[in-house]
């Protein structure tokens, strides 16, 4: 057996903040209250941390790419049979990346033109009538069972891969090294230097800074209107 490197640093941070971020907002969400300020804010992380994986998959080492996991239908059936050989997500597991990352968009872009019909407003909410404002929101709500099928397919898989194929996904995503037996055809992870980062970082801080609304001018003042008497 051969260890070699697999993930990135950039990739794994991603991984359990993007975790983190997505438990926080679902049990925020479902308490409401004044948890709802961090609900808002955990969605503007959200959207900064999607930003950064879309340009990370265009400019990241090896198999943080797109271009390294995403396959047709030839390889899905390829890997059922048993056929596949291959690091990093396999053709049926990059299905499930592609799933959470496309879901998590869009239950991200609902809430941020969302409001509660109580006190809170998502950052976005005055580029959309009410009307719209209040149909993106009836999704977002829909959308948590959707991410919460989501998640726990994905925990699923995991215990599936440890207890019945032997095959730990947890921790090359805590080390970034994988064990393998044939390392010849198998090259480590390249690429993804300090400029990359630097530029994936920059389109997710400014993903970030448009979900925020902070570039909307501020609300005019409501004009005062002078007593009757």
Request: glycine content about 16%; charged content about 10%.
């Amino acid at each position: 057996m051969h260890e070699i490197r697999i993930w990135d640093l950039p990739l794994r941070l991603f991984h359990w903040v993007l975790a983190l971020a997505v438990t926080g907002a679902m049990i925020s969400g479902q308490i409401g209250g004044n948890l709802m300020i961090w609900h808002g804010r955990l969605g503007i992380l959200i959207a900064g941390l999607l930003g950064f994986r879309l340009a990370w998959g265009l400019m990241g080492s090896t198999y943080a790419r797109f271009s390294s996991f995403v396959r047709g239908p030839g390889a899905i059936l390829a890997y059922l049979r048993g056929d596949w050989h291959g690091l990093g997500h396999n053709p049926l597991g990059a299905l499930s990346v592609l799933a959470m990352l496309g879901t998590l968009g869009l239950q991200t872009a609902g809430g941020l033109f969302g409001n509660d019909d109580i006190a809170f407003q998502g950052p976005l909410y005055a580029l959309v009538s009410k009307d719209t404002s209040d149909w993106l929101s009836g999704l977002h709500r829909k959308g948590f069972w959707l991410i919460l099928l989501l998640v726990l397919t994905h925990l699923g898989a995991i215990v599936f891969y440890l207890r019945v194929r032997g095959d730990n996904l947890v921790r090359p995503m805590i080390t970034g090294r994988k064990l393998v037996s044939t390392p010849d055809g198998l090259p480590p992870a390249r690429g993804g230097g300090i400029v990359a980062l630097l530029l994936a970082i920059g389109v997710g801080v400014g993903v970030a800074y448009a979900a925020s609304g902070a570039w909307q001018p501020p609300p005019q003042p409501e004009p005062a209107v002078a007593p009757a008497w």
